[in-house]
């Protein structure tokens, strides 16, 4: 027995005829997202943003959600730019203060004593604390390189004052 109300659907079904495609997890939370950024630029109010997200969990098809979103912007709206020649000076952000070429020299040399066997551990030493002196007078960064380079320069000046103190004792131990 068929029921007489039933009738097979035509194939390959047209535009019009087609039910809408079901709803997968992703298309319910990008309609979800489209929501909440239209609540937070303030384009929905509680209670209906609140009742928008219900219904899109809620919802079985393409369809239901993109009725949920429809007079929401889809994407990024562009915004104006404003120029930065119209800002008067006392509003516009402060530069940043350009880093002191003597601590970037310092930690160079103190990384380089790991190459050179320490032979750039004074020049570390010595453009380190230049470094820190013309840092504390013109504010400009650059401080922790200028101490790492001190660190790295003293380390290994220590350690050849080790190696030097070492051969000392034994050649006088041996002689």
């Known amino acids: 027995m068929t029921n007489p109300q039933w009738q097979p659907a035509p194939w390959p079904p047209h535009q019009s005829q087609q039910p809408s495609m079901l709803a997968a997890h992703s298309d319910r939370e990008r309609a979800v997202d489209v929501l909440r950024a239209g609540f937070a630029e303030g384009r929905l109010q509680q209670p209906e943003y609140e009742k928008r997200v219900e219904r899109a969990y809620q919802a079985r098809t393409v369809a239901e959600l993109?009725?949920?979103?429809?007079?929401?912007?889809?994407?990024?709206?562009?915004q104006q730019q404003m120029p930065m020649a119209h800002v008067p000076q006392t509003f516009r952000p402060m530069p940043p203060a350009p880093t002191n070429g003597k601590a970037i020299g310092a930690l160079a040399c103190g990384?380089?004593?790991?190459f050179s066997g320490g032979i750039t551990a004074i020049p570390a030493v010595i453009l380190g604390h230049m470094a820190r002196g013309e840092i504390r007078r013109t504010r400009e960064q650059g401080d922790g390189m200028a101490v790492g380079g001190l660190v790295l320069g003293w380390l290994w000046i220590g350690l050849w004052a080790f190696i030097l103190v070492i051969a000392l004792l034994a050649s006088a131990g041996s002689s």
Not at 66 to 78: E, F, K, M
Not at 111 to 114: D, L, N, P, R
């Open 66 to 78: 993109s009725t949920l979103v429809a007079d929401l912007p889809q994407g990024p709206t562009p």
């Open 111 to 114: 990384v380089g004593t790991f």
